[in-house]
């Protein structure tokens, strides 16, 4: 008998293996992410090799919060969204305080912890991390600490989780996420490729009557335009649409410094925590009938809910809603929930031609005439009476004697700095942010950078990295002596070879808090802080360190550190009998006590 071989029957090709951390960091950098910063630990190790391998650039930072402070800062100075990855425990729970300041900041971040093992939960595990053993409300689910929260405990979880995470890299506003994977997760492999589906950015816009209504106001009213850090990316169209706005004058929040140029003449001042005094009566005088505020939630620090900084009517434009009628809910106002560039653009393009030249009188200001209405009617508007910032304008004089005056520190940076060079600036939480809100003026967006909603010490000792890493060049962050101890990055930098520069206002003290205290009638104490050598300090991990006792030493300071490759410190022995400018903090956190000393409800619960 005779027997016929036959060929084995062939087998399907079998599409390569992806493991769940590598298919995870190539989704990523298909949404755009190139960063990621981070700690790592054990329970990482899977995760943390794949980011490196596919080109997502891991940087080992010397804290969780310092990390997310890196990554929001990144991403506001348009470097896209981070990856933050940190081990299980401590590692998760570190983070927090930034993904607090992530959400306030309107950032977009993702934070991708380690989780314990299955077979180890409820065991007494080293760092135990589960739904069921680390139990804060939010940490795992949607809603609280983050807009997305998923525990991924099985890589068939992993496909949906990616196109909900897309469609919030996508969506127009904030958005912080949190995935929690346990090592084995991460190690494991996908059934199949991760496919991400084709999503636009969608930007919400209100009806072509709503526009046309804001139009008219904007048209027949005096005008006041209060810019926030939600319009700092769209300074060229929010400036040509004031261009056709007839009667206008333009302020800013602290964090909306030079959407609109500062040496413009209708431009009033900055508004809030550190502005300027000359705002209201640049408000009394001209008498504005409409307020539009763009992008800006009108929180404590902005305006103190000060009702004179608004009209009678107000038209507020955000991406968040609940942001209308919040600040100032006795005021008729007109929420148009859409992003603020789009909103400028088609509110420029509705506005009718200007039938008469608005002639805004002011020193040494160029007569302001629209393009081609030379011969129209003219209508003088009273003046601002301030004295607006100059560009150029000369070095401040030295004193002989004493310790480095703040005003003085924060004039020389505005010479040196903000006039002569493009490096963004960052403020610090306490005096630091006071003084350069005040002091410092830009004609340009982008360049100032603070934080006023959960104002966290140590961001942007920390943060400042980020911009840096961001821009690609030189990054200045002003902070305290109380903030750089807690909180900073400099081995970081110097590891990166990331051209930061921080200014120190040392004054061996919590500043703000002890001068706050004594105008309060309290009396200070325990405040004081153990005298620091912060160029010494740089010194001692190999980055620059300058060192400034007298005014007469600032200037060749501050130029050396703008020469350096590297990172520099320059430690400020600043003047503490000079009290900060911080206007009406004291009187808000008085009005807390009179308004609960009278049964008035405060708004929180008590547990």
Not at 186 to 202: I, N, T
Not at 378 to 387: G, R
Not at 422 to 447: K, M, Y
Request: aromatic share 6%.
């Amino acid at each position: 008998m005779l027997f016929r071989s036959e060929a084995a029957p062939s087998q399907p090709k079998q599409a390569p293996s992806v493991s769940v951390s590598a298919g995870l960091a190539q989704a990523l950098a298909k949404l755009g992410v190139q960063r990621s910063f981070g700690i790592l630990g054990g329970a990482i190790l899977p995760l943390f090799s794949a980011l490196k391998v596919e080109g997502l650039r891991p940087v080992q930072f010397r804290h969780e919060n310092g990390a997310v402070f890196a990554a929001i800062e990144y991403e506001r100075a348009g470097g896209g969204p981070v990856v933050v990855f940190t081990t299980t425990g401590p590692g998760l729970t570190n983070a927090l305080t930034g993904v607090a300041a992530a959400r306030a900041e309107g950032s977009k971040l993702i934070l991708i912890s380690g989780a314990t093992a299955p077979g180890r939960r409820r065991r007494h595990a080293f760092q135990s991390t589960s739904p069921s053993e680390l139990a804060h409300r939010g940490l795992f689910t949607d809603g609280g600490w983050f807009d997305l929260a998923e525990f991924v405990d099985h890589p068939a979880c992993l496909p949906a989780v990616m196109v909900r995470l897309q469609q919030g890299l996508k969506r127009v506003g904030p958005f912080v996420a949190h995935l929690c994977l346990p090592f084995g997760t991460q190690a494991a492999y996908l059934a199949q490729a991760l496919r991400l589906p084709s999503v636009e950015e969608h930007v919400p816009m209100p009806s072509h009557e709503s526009l046309q209504h804001c139009a008219q106001r904007l048209s027949n009213k005096r005008c006041v335009v209060w810019v926030g850090a939600g319009a700092q990316n769209q300074a060229a169209a929010v400036r040509a649409m004031i261009a056709r706005i007839p009667q206008v004058r333009v302020m800013s929040s602290p964090r909306g410094m030079g959407v609109f140029a500062a040496s413009d003449c209708r431009f009033l001042g900055v508004t809030g925590f550190g502005g300027h005094p000359r705002v209201f009566d640049e408000l009394r005088r001209f008498r504005p009938e409409c307020t539009l505020v763009l992008g800006s939630k009108l929180g404590e620090f902005t305006s103190f809910w000060d009702p004179r900084l608004v009209s009678d009517t107000m038209i507020h434009v955000d991406v968040d809603p609940s942001v209308f009628g919040a600040a100032y809910p006795q005021i008729d106002t007109l929420g148009v929930v859409t992003e603020v560039g789009a909103f400028a653009r088609r509110i420029e393009v509705l506005l009718p031609p200007i039938s008469r030249a608005i002639v805004v009188a002011a020193p040494a200001q160029p007569t302001l005439v629209p393009s081609g209405l030379a011969e129209a009617e003219e209508e003088t508007i009273a003046p601002p009476a301030s004295t607006f910032t100059e560009p150029d304008r000369p070095a401040p004089n030295a004193r002989a004697q004493g310790p480095v005056r703040p005003g003085f520190l924060m004039d020389m940076i505005q010479h040196m700095v903000v006039e002569k060079t493009d490096i963004p600036i960052s403020s610090e939480a306490g005096n630091a942010f006071v003084w350069a809100t005040q002091r410092l003026s830009f004609d340009e967006p982008r360049r100032y950078r603070t934080s006023m909603g959960f104002g966290s010490m140590g961001h942007f000792a920390a943060g400042v990295v980020g911009t840096a890493l961001a821009t690609d060049g030189q990054a200045m962050a002003i902070v305290g002596d109380g903030a750089m101890l807690m909180t900073n990055e400099v081995p970081t930098a110097l590891q990166l070879g990331a051209r930061v520069i921080w200014v120190v206002l040392n004054d061996s003290r919590l500043g703000l808090v002890d001068d706050g205290m004594q105008g309060l009638g309290y009396e200070g104490g325990s405040l004081e802080i153990p005298e620091t050598n912060f160029a010494r300090y740089a010194e001692s991990m190999g980055a620059h360190g300058f060192r400034v006792e007298c005014e007469s030493q600032l200037g060749p300071a501050i130029a050396r550190a703008l020469c350096t490759d590297g990172p520099a410190i320059i430690d400020v022995i600043v003047d503490r009998s000079v009290p900060a400018p911080f206007g009406d903090r004291n009187s808000s956190i008085a009005d807390q006590s009179a308004s609960n000393a009278c049964g008035e409800p405060s708004g929180e619960q008590l547990p």
